[in-house]
């Protein structure tokens, strides 16, 4: 990947682990990057659901997980992930299942990564959705679209909501410290619309007015749902994938040099 990041501060507020290994690319391009998670991730099942849960999944005939959080939360009680279909609506949530080792993984092969495009996906290497059985594994702030359009198609679909995203805890000090620098800023890295919220929250209780932050977003969604509350600056990237972000980054910064 050619360019060059080098002197820009970006503010990265993926939660802690899920950020490492977007933080050390943007650092070893020469950015300066300041850790602020927008939200926490807490489990809704209790360790002996999601147990019954991960036995259940053989008897589906695809497994959809519509995150790294659905990942994280139930792969430790999985046996053998090769075993199972799965499809997933972005490849940078493809791999990191994959690196997991499952191996039958469908996912779209190009932007916009959506749920559209799944179904496509899904059309393009299945015969048929009808009377197939389909788990959703989502998050409690997630939306019914695809799970809807998939019902349409004839599928049997069931949803299982195992984490929500929470406010997290900051101190007023240190939302201050960093959102106060907004004109010193170059970017801020937002992945969902949770964070977007939480940010709003979060600055008004600190009393900083964020609006001035340049943004780089991981969807449309996001993108409309910034400049609705207010936001001036707003790009948007391919994808939520560490490289459709960083390949946004590089371009975004090649175009404010020239």
């Known amino acids: 990947m050619l360019g060059s990041l ?3 501060k970006i503010i990265v507020t993926r939660p802690v682990g899920a950020a490492n290994a977007i933080i050390e690319t943007l650092t070893q391009l020469g950015a300066d990057v300041t850790s602020m998670p927008l939200f926490t991730v807490e489990t809704l099942l209790s360790t002996d659901k999601l147990s019954q849960l991960a036995q259940d999944l053989p008897r589906y ?47 779209p092969s190009q932007s916009p990564f959506d749920s559209n495009s799944l179904l496509l996906a899904l059309q393009l290497t299945t015969k048929t959705l009808k009377n197939r059985c389909i788990m959703i594994l989502t998050g409690a702030d997630g939306n019914n679209l695809l799970a809807e359009t998939l019902q349409q198609q004839g599928a049997r679909v069931e949803i299982t909501s195992l984490y929500k995203r929470t406010i997290p805890r900051i101190s007023t000090l240190e939302l201050q410290t960093v959102l106060n620098a907004a004109a010193v800023i170059d970017i801020m890295v937002i992945t969902c619309v949770t964070s977007l919220a939480n940010l709003q929250v979060l600055a008004e209780s600190a009393g900083v007015n964020p609006f001035g932050i340049p943004l780089l977003v991981v969807s449309s969604r996001i993108s409309t749902y910034a400049l609705e509350r207010g936001f001036v600056n707003v790009r948007v990237a391919k994808g939520m994938s560490d490289e459709n972000i960083v390949t946004a980054l590089l371009s975004w910064r090649k175009n404010a040099i020239e």
Do not use: E, F, H, M
């Open 6 to 8: 080098r002197g820009t």
């Open 61 to 107: 005939d695809l497994v959809i997980c519509i995150s790294r959080n659905a990942i994280n939360v139930i792969v430790p009680y999985i046996v053998a992930l090769n075993t199972l279909k799965w499809a997933t609506i972005g490849p940078g949530t493809a791999k990191y299942l994959q690196s997991y080792g499952a191996s039958n993984v469908i996912c």
